[in-house]
């Protein structure tokens, strides 16, 4: 089994529409958690961390469920700029300073007009 | 400020050669990250470098090794070149003493082998 899942799309939806992404993990002890955006032949950049209580920035809302080793992402009001490849990233490991991240391998989204 | 700087951005080598990556972390940052993404993948952890020294490694073979030197930049080197390592090989960078789970990443260098 692979250490973080995600569903690869992609996703095709039109401006205005509401978009969620959903991701597991498989180790238990896992301690972090991120979306990250990565364009087309470019970097990942960090989107948002996620949180046991949720969090929320702007159109986009992170959830995690400890329980359940699952991870969501819900954008509303997709835009045409939305769209990208969607990495669900996890940091495994002892606490201290050992930031190494397991990546998914991501979904796609494609926002049309 | 500078970020995360990657050189060479492109590279094509063939089966066999050897390789050399840069990268130069975002100032003030002291710990490297070294990453492999093949195509249609996520980026797969190879090593990380902190005070010169690897302090984590990936499921990657001994072909692959790393280097940091004291001002904090770091070098990817692989051996005998495999048509495999053909990916976008990214170096991500992090300030250890804050503890801080945000890596920023540069730009990537591209390498193909034929």
């Known amino acids: 089994r692979k250490e973080v899942e995600q569903d690869p799309g992609p996703f095709n939806v039109p401006e205005g529409a509401t978009v969620a992404f959903n991701c597991t993990y498989s180790?238990?002890?896992?301690?972090?958690f991120f979306w990250y955006r990565q364009d087309c032949r470019k970097e990942p950049k960090l989107l948002m961390s996620v949180y046991s209580s949720g969090n929320e920035d702007g159109r986009f809302t992170a959830q995690l469920n400890r329980a359940s080793q699952y991870i969501s992402l819900l954008i509303r009001d997709s835009k045409l700029s939305d769209s990208a490849t969607y990495l669900c990233?996890?940091?495994?490991?002892?606490?201290?300073?050992?930031?190494?991240?397991?990546f998914g391998k991501g979904t796609m989204l494609l926002v049309s007009p | 400020d500078a970020g995360v700087t990657q050189s060479p951005t492109h590279l094509i080598k063939t089966r066999g050669q050897q390789v050399t990556l840069r990268c130069s972390p975002k100032?003030?940052?002291?710990?490297v990250s070294w990453y492999q993404q093949a195509l249609g993948q996520g980026p797969q952890f190879i090593f990380q470098y902190y005070e010169e020294e690897e302090r984590q490694r990936g499921n990657f073979p001994d072909r692959f090794s790393g280097h940091q030197f004291p001002n904090y930049s770091s070098e990817l080197n692989v051996n005998a070149l495999l048509l495999g390592d053909s990916a976008l090989y990214l170096c991500a960078s992090s300030l250890d003493r804050l503890n801080t789970d945000t890596q920023y990443f540069g730009p990537g260098t591209r390498l193909t082998v034929l």
């Open positions: 990233v996890v940091k495994f490991g002892p606490n201290s300073g050992y930031s190494t991240l397991t």
């Open positions: 180790n238990s002890a896992s301690q972090s």
């Open positions: 100032s003030g940052h002291d710990t």
